[in-house]
């Protein structure tokens, strides 16, 4: 009995140690100053979700939303594909490919085209569990990004 007892604590708690050690998602939060607008520079906070694959490569989800505090709001989802450079645990430099929709909220109504843009920064790792990560994008329609992004991994 004591056996069955002993296998039922220590076989979830090895399953949640080898889980806890791969951290296969990611989740940030930062903000953005950036050329969203058609007039002046715009300021922005962005959400992303990531998903780490074998290697150096992510796959994920990004928002962005901008205003260019004079009436234009701009909103970004999107999907990226991230490649880690000169590390394999998921940190170090990167580029990243986005690929979404640009969508413009004016006085005039809503504007909607495709977005695309390429992105490079560099992921500290702060501990086991969070980072940061300073980053510049530019791409079509918007003419540029800089942002700082922090975050979890789990």
């Not at 901008?66 to 991230?82: A, C, D, H």
């Not at 690929?99 to 977005?115: N, Q, R, Y």
């Not at 992921?123 to 994008?137: D, K, N």
Request: proline residues 3%; aromatic residues 18%.
């Amino acid at each position: 009995m004591k056996k069955w007892i002993l296998l039922a604590i220590l076989v979830p708690g090895i399953y949640l140690f080898a889980f806890a050690q791969e951290k296969k998602m990611s989740a940030g939060l930062g903000t953005e100053w950036n050329m969203d607008s058609r007039h002046n520079f715009a300021g922005g906070a962005v959400l992303n979700f990531l998903y780490n694959l074998p290697g150096a490569t992510s796959l994920g989800l990004s928002f962005t939303g901008s205003m260019n505090f004079n009436n234009i709001y701009v909103l970004e989802p999107s999907f990226l594909v991230r490649q880690y450079f000169l590390q394999d645990n998921h940190s170090g430099f990167f580029a990243q490919f986005n690929m979404g929709a640009f969508i413009a909220l004016e006085e005039k109504g809503i504007t909607s085209m495709v977005m695309s843009g390429l992105a490079a920064g560099y992921r500290f790792r702060l501990g086991r569990f969070f980072y940061v990560e300073p980053y510049g994008r530019a791409g079509y329609p918007f003419a540029f990004g800089l942002g700082a992004m922090t975050g979890m991994c789990f």
